[in-house]
């Protein structure tokens, strides 16, 4: 089974487009997928969001962490594609689904895997400004690596690990 894994970053912010609900507006800087078939990491650009959404549609299955809400809706811009119709996992879904709050992924990777985040989107969008195009490749590389661990370690241990508004470990169950 060919599981695809991936992340994108954006050209502008909310505050720049009037808000969450022009999430399409935000335009693609990059995004990167990892492919389980290769063991690769591929890399795209506004440029090559065709080749990115061809690979999407071409997976078995394609996990990532706020993609119904977040990244199929910036990829929206750019086809008339059904992304959300994709065999799909959704890691925030999942986990929003099971406690009925947000948790993100760098609490999670923090307190599951022990690594945190390089970098956050707003820092990514300032990047895309400077022009500094390789590292947003390699922050948003890290995010769908650290996805990928917390994606298989939740199908190994059936939970993932969190810390509440007290910094307490708490433990969501998964079933990806």
């Not at 811009?77 to 799909?88: G, I, K, S, V």
Request: net charge neutral; with cysteine; glycine share 6%.
């Amino acid at each position: 089974m060919n599981v695809v894994f991936f992340d994108v970053e954006t050209q502008r912010t909310f505050d720049e487009v009037g808000g969450r609900h022009n999430t399409r507006r935000l335009g693609l800087s990059v995004a990167v997928t990892y492919s389980t078939d290769e063991g690769a990491f591929h890399h795209y650009t506004e440029g090559t969001v065709a080749d990115l959404i061809a690979r999407l549609k071409a997976a078995d299955r394609v996990v990532g962490f706020n993609v119904l809400r977040f990244d199929y809706e910036v990829l929206s811009a750019y086809t008339d594609e059904r992304l959300d119709r994709l065999p799909t996992v959704d890691m925030l879904d999942h986990i929003y689904r099971r406690l009925g709050f947000r948790v993100s992924l760098d609490n999670l990777a923090g307190a599951t895997l022990g690594i945190n985040k390089s970098a956050d989107g707003l820092q990514a969008v300032r990047w895309y400004r400077e022009g500094r195009i390789q590292e947003i490749l390699n922050y948003c590389q890290q995010d769908v690596e650290v996805t990928r661990q917390l994606y298989e370690y939740g199908q190994q241990h059936r939970h993932l690990k969190y810390r509440d508004r007290n910094y307490r470990l708490q433990m969501v169950p998964v079933n990806w």
